[in-house]
């Protein structure tokens, strides 16, 4: 992932609701907190969702998951809904970015765009191309470099330098035709965690993520912010 870096994008959903305005998205739908995994605390994050986003530290422990799982799904395979929206990562901190398209493109049926959004235009754009050629495409694209370094630099903490190395990484899980989706750009493709419905798209999510965590349970890193229906 050597040419472009950008300034990482804090687990902040106030950043990224602003980053996504900012890019044309009408606020019908907003990013919110999810300060914990139990049945109680998923209860008080408002519905519907329909997309939920992990920031988790890149560890030793990951690495090796992430390699035996590509492995067994090439020996496998998985059934994969060519409506998918899925693209790579080429751009150094980009995963915010990254993550938040996913999140977005794959829930148009539910968002409203500005006449003029620039998202909009890019998602429109981009819809027909290979993962890698829409991670070329986003590399090329002002309007959303311009709009992620000015929300980078709004975040509570202060954004680290280019050069700095960030071993914190955004996904994003989505509900495409009743199976729930982990997308990563990091990843060759989009992972299946089996079927989910709209009811239960939350809880769904919640259970992979608590498998992150389990992998890892020394680290304390892990963010967890859900698109709900404002």
């Known amino acids: 992932m050597e040419g472009q870096r950008w300034l990482p994008l804090e687990a902040n959903p106030e950043v990224m609701n602003q980053f996504l305005r900012q890019l044309g998205l009408v606020p019908t739908w907003q990013f919110g907190d999810v300060y914990g995994l139990d049945a109680e605390v998923l209860s008080l994050v408002p519905r519907p969702v329909c997309a939920v986003l992990l920031l988790f530290p890149i560890t ?16 496998q395979g998985q059934e994969l809904s060519s409506d998918v929206y899925f693209m790579k990562q080429t751009i150094g901190n980009a995963c915010g970015t990254i993550g938040l398209i996913h999140a977005v493109a794959n829930n148009q049926r539910y968002l409203e765009f500005e006449p003029n959004s620039p998202l909009k235009a890019f998602l429109l754009k981009s819809a027909k191309m290979s993962p890698e050629e829409k991670a070329a495409f986003l590399e090329k694209d002002e309007s959303i470099r311009v709009t992620h ?49 709209e009811d239960t798209f939350l809880e769904d999510s919640a259970e992979v993520c608590k498998k992150f965590m389990a992998r890892d349970p020394q680290e304390l890193r892990f963010t967890v912010v859900a698109l709900s229906k404002a």
């Open 60 to 75: 030793e422990k990951y690495e090796t998951f992430r390699q035996e799982e590509e492995a067994k799904i090439k020996a």
């Open 149 to 197: 370094e000015s929300s980078a630099q709004e975040g509570q903490t202060e954004a680290p330098s280019l050069d700095e190395k960030v071993d914190l990484h955004f996904i994003a899980f989505v509900n495409v035709e009743g199976h729930l989706y982990e997308l990563d750009g990091r990843k060759p493709f989009p992972i299946v965690h089996g079927k989910t419905t």
